[in-house]
């Protein structure tokens, strides 16, 4: 069993930063993909950024500039939040292609952090 467990939300003023944490346990051969989705009240969860294992990144229109996704290969995702702002404000999900064998792959989700955006 895998398990993703997020930290590092929290109350934040406009402009001011926060970083988020996630770091992987259980049965883990390696991990592909790592991300951070979003979902804010009463909307879709949407993708926020995304790191493969070669370290390319893609991140949403919305959060370019101010936001930057990193991993190490082993088990940690981080996301570093600058200039937030209150659209930013939505419950972090950390999501992550969890192989517990050479062929074997699960897509993981975290049970989520919730960043809150506000003066």
């Known amino acids: 069993q895998v398990q993703l467990q997020e930290s590092g939300g929290g109350l934040v003023q406009p402009g001011g930063s926060l970083r988020l944490s996630c770091v992987a346990s259980g049965n883990i051969f390696r991990i592909g993909a790592m991300g951070w989705y979003r979902q804010a009240p009463g909307e879709q969860r949407e993708l926020v950024a995304q790191?493969?294992?070669?370290?390319?990144t893609k991140y949403a229109d919305a959060v370019k500039g101010r936001f930057t996704i990193s991993r190490d290969n082993v088990k940690n995702l981080y996301l570093q939040m600058n200039s937030v702002q209150p659209e930013d404000t939505a419950v972090y999900y950390c999501?992550?292609?969890?192989?517990?064998?050479?062929?074997?792959?699960?897509?993981?989700w975290g049970k989520g952090t919730l960043v809150s955006v506000s003066s």
């Open positions: 999501n992550a292609e969890v192989f517990t064998g050479w062929e074997d792959a699960a897509d993981d």
């Open positions: 790191v493969n294992r070669d370290g390319t």
